[in-house]
């Protein structure tokens, strides 16, 4: 060692002629030593060589948490200086050198090198040149409009996974998820898919919200990024959508009401074909949605007004679409709740594409890491293969798979005897074909077929009470099976004018095997509770088609007025209906700046035949509801470029004619088997009506924070024996607010804090009456229906997230808090009356669930 360090002194001073000859002389006497000096770098780990080059002579201080011990010498060192091998190794990390105290060399973080990218814009299917296309990244200054062969550059990018965006208009817009490497140049192909529907990008639908886009076109759009950053338990996009105006639901659920609408009255789309009851834990209120958030590319709601397209449904439309692979990417996810695996990618230089998507619902090991008996299981696929047959003219095949079940038996001495078991499953298969036909013609058809089936059965007997029958016996089966096809035209007439018709025809057919009876000790007296005890049965193969079709024109016949007439045909054969749903929308635009929406139409529901509340021993298909929609919007933003206020201000009216009659519970909200708790109640209303003002407004504060608040002030009522009542999610007030703080790069914390008037329920009130033995008893007594309300429902959630980029990919992490502050919001309550040590009555108040806390790691490669 000593003789080597000797002759690299000898020969730094030495005149360069001189150095070679010494080197040979080195190696001559001192052959392996010096290979082993000199080439031994490559490959080791940077923190043994940092020591190594301590002993020839440097002080070196440096921490763990800049030279980690993964870190390895990307390449040997040309240097034989001590001091510039360390500039060598160190560069490769972005690590540096530089003099600290006392002739310290300290190794420090280097400034990022800037990244630049080089790339072509063409055409699609005709492979030319496309010249002016604006090319961005949003969120950075970075800017440039492609030269006349269609090539453009950006450089002084900041390294990093990046979003770039390719916008002219005529094509639909491109975007592109892509890693730019500190001082390297990324090249990059584009190619931009003709928008021959131009004038269909404006939003003439009030009411609407694109919640995935990564290029927001309304003021209320949210992106992948705020998506993610909401709290949302398990994950679950639907359980975002509360923080929405217009959007309730209940605490447990991930079914939404949309302006005072049920939970049924909303049209679920993926890739254009309609879901059926997409949720997960069915026996728990419908806890979690089926569809993976992380194969979603956009999720379009639409609370009220929405254009002929969309029919059968009376409330609103959720039409999600998954995403479009631009390159491999495989997907890890673990949760509390979930855990996740995905992959996607393109094939054939990206005439085709493919997702896989794997989720294993984790419900059933926590609540056996806590001791509980029960331990529902819960697993969902998706997938998606397309390929371009041919250019303009593309196949897909999509799959969609969800499977439930609980298997729990529980005896309690001296109280019940408990056996659930029950199954649930949805699967979709589904063949898309688009085509784009000349220069203004586009076809878009879908071929699906569904099945979703139930299979529930329990058995319960009350050991505690004289009558040894009392208790239920129970077996639901119902298999539902939906073929379809469906066929969507857009046509661009001219450069104000834009037609889309089609046509969608389905055979739906259910199979009911019914049988329930029950016997309960204790149920409440009441003329509005139909009798809980008895026999239920119904088996029957209900079958029967439906068919549609809709035209809407849109036109724009001056720069600031956009018009779409739309009209929508039904029919049914399982109760001969045909119905007409004229439909307008209408957009006046003042001002850059400032947007007026109206809308009116007709909106119809039918009942389905696998929507029959048999359990309830309703065995007739109802008519058609029928909504008259009304709603005017008013949109301005305000101030500039990064700091952009948005107010938008909406009132809407909704009168529903022949509304369906149904059951409900309505002391306790989530029962495993609601048919047979005695708080089951009848509501048939002869009219229905919803009116509301949702006041909503969004902003930011450079890069770092953005916000939104709203305020709603609504009412839905029915009018049963013509008086009117407020339905049970009636909720005049509430106020949403969300915050998201970007703190670094790589961090990122959101709170959002609701609030709504409580809900209504109805009074319950109990008496101690003796009986002819002079035994004592509890007798109930009701208060008018929904004539109280709940205490006022308010909670904060919490969600921090935080990012690391790595070289193989991205580790992400989150962790949440639901309901931060502990709020003990009032669900409702159990009707067993008791009677307390001091002789009063006791009512047992439901609580929604107390702080709840979750966390999640994803690695992205």
Do not use: C
């Not at 989720?359 to 997938?383: C, H, I, N, T, V």
Request: no cysteine; proline share 5%.
């Amino acid at each position: 060692m000593i003789r080597i360090q000797r002759i690299q002194e000898i020969s730094h001073v030495a005149p360069r002629w001189g150095r070679g000859l010494v080197l040979i002389f080195a190696v001559l006497l001192n052959g392996p030593l010096l290979a082993e000096e000199v080439t031994g770098y490559a490959g080791r780990p940077l923190g043994e060589v940092l020591r190594e080059l301590e002993s020839r002579g440097l002080e070196i201080f440096f921490s763990s948490n800049l030279v980690r011990s993964e870190m390895r010498v990307a390449m040997e060192p040309t240097s034989l200086e001590p001091r510039q091998i360390l500039d060598e190794i160190l560069d490769p990390h972005g690590l540096m050198a530089e003099a600290g105290p006392g002739g310290r060399l300290v190794v420090v973080a280097a400034p990022a090198k800037p990244a630049s990218l080089r790339g072509l814009v063409r055409e699609r299917y005709s492979d030319a040149p496309i010249a002016g296309v604006r090319v961005l990244i949003p969120g950075f200054s970075a800017e440039v409009f492609s030269a006349a062969d269609g090539s453009f550059e950006l450089t002084d990018l900041e390294a990093g996974r990046r979003t770039l965006e390719a916008h002219l208009p005529g094509f639909v817009v491109e975007s592109v998820e892509i890693f730019l490497p500190p001082g390297q140049t990324v090249e990059l192909m584009i190619r931009l898919e003709p928008a021959q529907l131009a004038i269909d990008e404006i939003i003439v639908t009030p009411s609407r919200v694109s919640l995935m886009r990564e290029n927001p076109v309304a003021g209320l759009d949210l992106d992948r990024k705020d998506i993610f950053a909401l709290p949302h338990l398990g994950d679950d996009i639907y359980r975002a959508l509360t923080l929405l105006p217009g959007v309730s639901g209940e605490e447990a659920s991930a079914r939404f009401n949309v302006r005072g609408g049920r939970t049924d009255e909303v049209l679920m789309l993926l890739d254009r074909v309609e879901l059926f009851e997409p949720y997960h834990l069915k026996d728990y209120g419908s806890a979690l949605s089926i569809v993976t958030p992380r194969a979603l590319d956009e999720v379009n709601l639409i609370t009220g007004g929405f254009p002929a397209e969309y029919g059968d449904r009376m409330s609103g439309v959720l039409d999600m679409s998954t995403f479009q692979p631009e390159h491999r990417k495989t997907l890890l996810g673990l949760g509390l709740l979930t855990a996740e695996i995905g992959s996607s990618g393109a094939f054939d230089d990206q005439r085709g594409d493919w997702i896989g998507s794997l989720r294993r619902g984790q419900l059933d090991l926590a609540l056996e890491f806590f001791g509980q008996r029960q331990k529902p299981r819960y697993w969902d696929g998706l997938g998606k293969l397309r390929y371009e047959i041919r250019p303009g003219q593309r196949v897909g095949l999509h799959v969609l798979h969800a499977d439930d079940s609980l298997d729990f038996f529980n005896v309690d001495p001296g109280d019940t005897e408990e056996d659930y078991l029950t199954s649930y499953g949805s699967s979709y298969v589904w063949l898309t074909y688009q085509s784009i036909l000349g220069s203004s013609l586009f076809v878009d058809t879908a071929v699906s077929y569904g099945r979703v089936d139930r299979d529930r059965q329990s058995r319960e007997v009350e050991l505690d009470v004289e009558d040894e029958n009392a208790g239920f016996t129970l077996i639901d089966k119902r298999v539902l099976e939906a073929v379809g096809i469906k066929q969507d035209w857009n046509f661009q007439q001219s450069k104000g004018h834009y037609l889309k018709w089609g046509f969608d025809v389905r055979q739906l057919e259910t199979d009911y095997d019914y049988f329930n009876t029950r016997e309960l000790d204790d149920p409440l007296e009441d003329v509005r509770f139909e009798p809980r005890t008895g026999t239920t049965e119904f088996r029957r193969l209900l079958s029967g088609d439906q068919y549609s079709a809709y035209l809407s024109s849109r036109s724009r016949p001056i720069d600031a007025l956009t018009l779409e007439l739309g009209l929508r045909y039904d029919e049914h054969t399982l109760i001969p209906e045909h119905n007409l749903s004229p439909r307008v929308n209408l957009v006046v635009s003042p001002g850059e700046r400032s947007t007026l929406r109206f809308a009116w139409g007709y909106f119809y529901q039918s009942q389905r035949a696998y929507e029959l509340q048999v359990e309830d021993g309703v065995t007739k298909l109802a008519k058609a509801e029928r909504t008259e929609q009304r709603v005017i919007g008013y949109e301005r933003t305000i101030g500039t470029k990064g700091s952009d206020l948005l107010l938008r201000v909406e009132a809407y009216q909704r009168e529903v004619t022949n509304p369906r009659s149904r059951y409900e519970n309505i002391f306790q909200p989530v029962e495993i088997f609601p048919e047979v708790e005695p708080d089951r109640v009848l509501f048939a209303p002869e009219r229905a009506e919803a009116y509301g003002l949702e006041i909503f407004a969004r902003g930011s504060a450079g890069r770092q924070i953005e916000w939104w608040a709203s305020y709603t002030y609504s009412n839905v009522e029915d009018r049963i024996d013509n008086v009117w009542l407020p339905r049970r999610n009636d909720q005049p007030h509430a106020f949403k607010i969300d915050f998201n703080y970007r703190a670094g790069k790589h961090w990122n914390v959101n709170m959002a804090w609701r609030y709504h008037t409580g809900w209504p329920t109805t009074a319950l009130f109990g008496v101690l009456e003796e009986d002819d033995e002079g035994e004592f008893e509890i007798v109930t007594s009701l208060g008018p229906l929904h004539g109280e309300r709940l205490t006022d429902y308010h909670r904060l959630d919490l969600r921090a997230s935080r990012e690391w980029q790595r070289e193989r990919g991205v580790l992400g992490f989150f962790l949440e808090i639901q309901n931060a502050y502990n709020r003990k919001n009032h669900a409702g309550f159990d009707p067993d009356l008791e009677e307390g040590p001091d002789g009063s009555i006791v009512l047992h108040k439901a609580t929604w669930s107390e702080i709840l806390p979750s966390f999640g790691v994803t690695w992205e490669f």
